[in-house]
């Protein structure tokens, strides 16, 4: 069983900076993406940002700039630097981790329970 627990969130106030982690456990040989992904009130889920195991990065546009993944490939986490917060970054935001291989089995996709970011004065 492959899980992955999320952490960092919290209130903020607008232009502040937040960390978010997430770490990925069970047995883990690889996983391919880790990303992560946001949801706010009465809106759908969207990408944020996803980090290949090679490095390779892809961002909500509207995000680039502000936002930045990283990922320890050792350490199965990936995280989420959030600088400038507006009001409207507010959301629960949910980690994400795309063909993870724990010995024979390959989970395709596994979420985490999300953490509430809350941006505001």
């Known amino acids: 069983q492959v899980q992955l627990v999320e952490s960092g969130g919290g209130l903020v106030q607008p232009g502040g900076s937040l960390r978010l982690s997430c770490a990925a456990s069970?047995?883990?040989?690889?996983?391919?993406?880790m990303g992560w992904y946001r949801q706010a009130p009465g809106k759908q889920r969207e990408l944020v940002a996803a980090i290949t195991s090679g490095g390779s990065t892809n961002y909500a546009d509207s995000l680039k700039g502000r936002f930045t993944i990283s990922r320890d490939n050792a350490k199965n986490t990936v995280y989420l630097q959030m600088n400038s917060l507006k009001p409207e970054d507010t959301a629960v935001y949910y980690c994400?981790?795309?063909?993870?291989?724990?010995?024979?089995?390959?989970?395709?996709?596994?979420w985490g329970q999300g953490t509430l970011v809350t941006v505001s004065s």
């Open positions: 994400n981790a795309e063909k993870v291989q724990v010995r024979s089995i390959t989970y395709l996709e596994v």
């Open positions: 069970g047995n883990i040989f690889s996983i391919n993406a």
